[in-house]
């Protein structure tokens, strides 16, 4: 996968900076690209200080996307950025059921302020979509999380045909690896069972277990997403691993006890990327395979021991 070393990114906004998948893509740039700075913004819900990479061109600021442009900052407000990169959602299905209030202001007030923002900015768009939504009309109607991104989607579409907003839409697949978010109502499946089978506990798979999912590292996920910003048109561009698994069977293969929890809301039981658009236009491929990380997983944390 061509990374595009080369070329200057020049100033980049990053919403959500200081989270899982933010903090990834800002530690990917400074290896590996040219840049003038970067601003990560961030309220913390999830987001954290352990995600902080010290760099004189990186700048993190205390601010929630809903107060992106009504706030006395004079750095963001004479930041022009070429690129802004939208993460700061709330990301997760079954939460969004029981917080669906921040789930709904984060994820549409707050996209709706960013939307402004990267107008005025006269900025580009990338915004990190979710494959939950992602199959049939059904999908998107699930979960409070899944419309709210879903409709997110028809929002920028429609704020190009209004505004000609320069944008282009990364839909991720369960992504996992470093700093992936472990011990928190807002962990994924891969954060949930590392985090258990470094505490000896059973891993906990949620009945049936035959749900597949389509596990994709981070570091294919920022690749795919600096690939997106620097050569994506107005389209859609799925990023995964083009392979899905059952839970139960990525359960077994850290081979410890298991236990089953009751069905949940919200609940899908498919998923898998079709990354050719992504491949065709960004040159986009996944590298990494999920039994290897896992395996490797397993043989640090016996290290450890």
């Not at 992936?180 to 277990?209: R, W």
Request: proline share 2%.
């Amino acid at each position: 996968m061509s990374t595009l070393v080369s070329k200057n990114l020049g100033n980049i906004l990053v919403t959500g900076g200081a989270g899982f998948i933010g903090s990834n893509l800002i530690k990917f740039i400074i290896d590996n690209h040219k840049f003038n700075k970067i601003i990560s913004i961030d309220n913390y819900y999830t987001g954290s200080k352990k995600n902080h990479h010290k760099n004189k061109k990186v700048i993190y600021l205390r601010l929630d996307t809903r107060n992106i442009l009504n706030n006395k900052n004079k750095i963001l407000k004479n930041f022009n950025p070429k690129y802004v990169f939208h993460f700061a959602e709330f990301s997760r299905i079954v939460p969004s059921f029981k917080y669906i209030k921040d789930c709904w202001s984060f994820n549409t007030l707050g996209t709706f302020n960013v939307l402004l923002y990267v107008i005025k900015k006269k900025s580009k768009l990338i915004y990190s979509g979710s494959s939950s939504g992602l199959g049939n009309e059904i999908n998107e109607h699930l979960s409070p999380y899944s419309w709210t991104k879903s409709k997110n989607i028809e929002l920028i579409k429609n704020f190009s045909n209004w505004f000609n907003l320069n944008y282009t839409i990364v839909l991720f697949f369960n992504v996992y690896g470093q700093r992936q978010i472990k011990n928190h109502y807002m962990s994924a499946v891969m954060g949930i069972f590392e985090d258990q089978y470094s505490k000896n506990k059973p891993l906990t798979v949620v009945k049936p277990g035959n749900q597949k999912r389509d596990f994709t590292h981070v570091d294919d996920i920022i690749k795919g997403t600096i690939l997106a910003a620097i050569k994506g048109a107005k389209k859609e561009y799925q990023l995964g691993s083009g392979k899905n698994y059952k839970i139960i069977d990525v359960a077994k293969m850290f081979g410890t006890k298991i236990k089953y929890l009751k069905t949940r809301p919200g609940e899908r039981f498919t998923g898998l990327s079709n990354y050719k658009l992504a491949k065709k236009d960004l040159g986009y491929f996944p590298k990494h395979n999920l039994k290897k990380y896992i395996r490797n997983f397993i043989s640090k944390s016996k290290q450890k021991t």
